[in-house]
T-cell receptor, first 112, second 116 residues
Framework: GVTQSPTHLIKTRGQQVTLRCSSQSGHNTVSWYQQALGQGPQFIFQYYREEENGRGNFPPRFSGLQFPNDSSELNVNALELDDSALYLC?????????????FGPGTRLTVL | AQSVSQHNHHVILSEAASLELGCNYS??????LFWYVQYPGQHLQLLLK??????LVKGIKGFEAEFIKSKFSFNLRKPSVQWSDTAEYFC??????????????FGTGTRLQVML
């Protein structure tokens, strides 16, 4: 399955954070979502074969990387209070147009 | 851009009651449709999905959903709920793109509480 680390993280405003994800074996696409309390997940961006392949309405201080070994990262610079949320990683195999995304447990980020 | 509406924010049912959760989307073209469930303390899990074909889709744990294209709807149903169905339910859509994944757009979710 999809795993994420760490489970919880507490940072202060202005700091930088890196969240990690390990995709399901064989999947070539990873997507990141932000889920604020009481809301549905919001798409941040997606990586396909190690290149960014679409971005939602998030500023450039949200960036990512995808590595050949099924791992990926979400980096957030200059943290703001509103960045407090559950960050979800989802992996999928994109060989056609019927891909299904499988989610990890998430990293809960608290910004003080 | 597509959007998803889930009109029921919080639903409370007794065990054995029937369930129907509404989901409407706005997009004029072909979409893939999904229902995900998030049990307390657990991660998002896929309940069922629709890509094409029979508009009545059966998923895990006795859930089913019906795609009605004319109504832009994909409502989730279960004939008889159990206490263990207590969870948050999310409807999601994406626009299929050949050769690459596309983003999921989620609704705001429906919290289902099943009373014993």
């Amino acid at each position: 399955g999809v795993t994420q680390s760490p489970t919880h993280l507490i940072k202060t405003r202005g700091q930088q954070v890196t969240l990690r994800c390990s995709s399901q074996s064989g999947h070539n696409t990873v997507s990141w979502y932000q889920q604020a309390l009481g809301q549905g997940p919001q798409f941040i961006f997606q990586y396909y074969r190690e290149e960014e392949n679409g971005r939602g309405n998030f500023p450039p201080r949200f960036s990512g990387l995808q590595f050949p070994n099924d791992s990926s990262e979400l980096n957030v610079n200059a943290l703001e209070l509103d960045d407090s949320a559950l960050y979800l990683c989802a992996s999928s195999w994109s060989g056609g147009n019927t891909d299904t995304q499988y989610f990890g447990p998430g990293t809960r980020l608290t910004v003080l | 851009a597509q959007s998803v509406s889930q009109h029921n924010h919080h639903v409370i049912l007794s065990e054995a009651a029937s369930l129907e959760l509404g989901c409407n989307y706005s997009y004029g073209g072909t979409v893939n449709l999904f229902w995900y469930v998030q049990y307390p303390g657990q991660h998002l899990q896929l309940l069922l999905k629709y890509f094409s074909g029979d508009p009545l889709v059966k998923g895990i744990k006795g859930f089913e959903a019906e795609f009605i294209k004319s109504k832009f709807s994909f409502n989730l149903r279960k004939p008889s709920v159990q206490w263990s169905d207590t969870a948050e339910y999310f409807c999601a859509v994406n626009v299929p793109q050949t050769g690459t994944a596309s983003k999921l757009t989620f609704g705001t979710g429906t919290r289902l509480q099943v009373m014993l």
